[in-house]
Structure formats: C-alpha cells, structure tokens
C-alpha cells in the first residue's frame, strides 16, 4: 500500500496477503502512530505553494510570559513587603485594590508558588514583620500563624 504525501513522496506499507493475528497489532499500532503525527496536518485544504499547515488546535499561542512583575517584587523589597501584608491580612478585594495601585497583577494561586517562596528567601523575610509566626504551608493554615491582626499596613 502506497499513500501518496506529495508528488514525489510517497509512504508505503508492505503488507502480505495473509498475516497473524500478532503482526496485525503490529500493523494496526504502526497505523495508529501515523495517525497521531499527521493528525497535526491540516491535508484537507490544497495550497497552491504545497506547503504544510498546522491546524488551529495543534498551533500553539507564543506563551509570553510577564517576568517585568516579577522583576518589580524582586527589586522593591517594600512594596513586597507590603503585597504579603496586603495578601494574608487584608480581604481579597483589598488585595485587587492595592494591586491595581502599584500596577502590579498575582492571582491569588501565585502567592504560594516557589517564584513567591524564592522571593521571600531573597529579601530574607523574617514572617514577623507581616505579623506571623511563620508563613503558611500546606499543613499550616493561615489562622494559626497569624500573630496580630489590627496591625497597620
């Protein structure tokens, strides 16, 4: 069996006439492999240039990725500071608010991702001065580390 791919090039497959059961699996996981990697061709349009289109759900966005954000928490240790205040003490539209202040945006799922830990371990963070006991973890909720809350921002 010949599949043509373009005018010139062709895939064939060498079948016999009569085959068992084992190396028809063998046949059939071949077929199968075939059909993840040229799935990600889009063939059923014809370009006039002959070249090779991806299809929308295999194209993949550029994932730019915001390291300027980062960068602000890194070199302003005060207004980190103030972000870890804002975020264990204060309620989440407070949160959204101050955010919005310093033009800074973090999901809330962000503020105990490593980039979060590594940034408290660079300003060497001491969770006395945001008014914990120490900072929370998986097995530490919030409410049991909490020193003082009245205290001012």
């Not at 895939?11 to 028809?24: D, H, T």
Request: with cysteine; aromatic share 10%; charged share 35%.
């Amino acid at each position: 069996m010949k599949i043509e791919i373009t005018n010139d090039e062709f895939y064939e497959i060498k079948m016999p006439e009569q085959i068992g059961l084992q190396e028809f699996r063998s046949i059939v996981m071949k077929f199968n492999f075939l059909l993840k990697n040229f799935s990600k061709f889009d063939i059923g349009e014809q370009n006039s240039d002959e070249d090779i289109v991806l299809s929308e759900k295999i194209t993949k966005l550029k994932n730019n990725r915001d390291v300027d954000r980062w960068r602000i928490l890194r070199d302003d240790r005060e207004l980190f500071i103030k972000l870890l205040k804002v975020y264990y003490l204060k309620t989440p539209e407070e949160l959204e608010t101050f955010m919005k202040e310093n033009d800074i945006y973090f999901k809330r799922a962000e503020f105990s991702s490593t980039q979060m830990i590594r940034l408290r371990e660079l300003h060497k963070l001491n969770p006395n001065e945001i008014n914990l006991k120490q900072f929370p973890s998986k097995s530490i909720q919030l409410v049991d580390c909490l020193l003082n809350t009245d205290g001012e921002i």
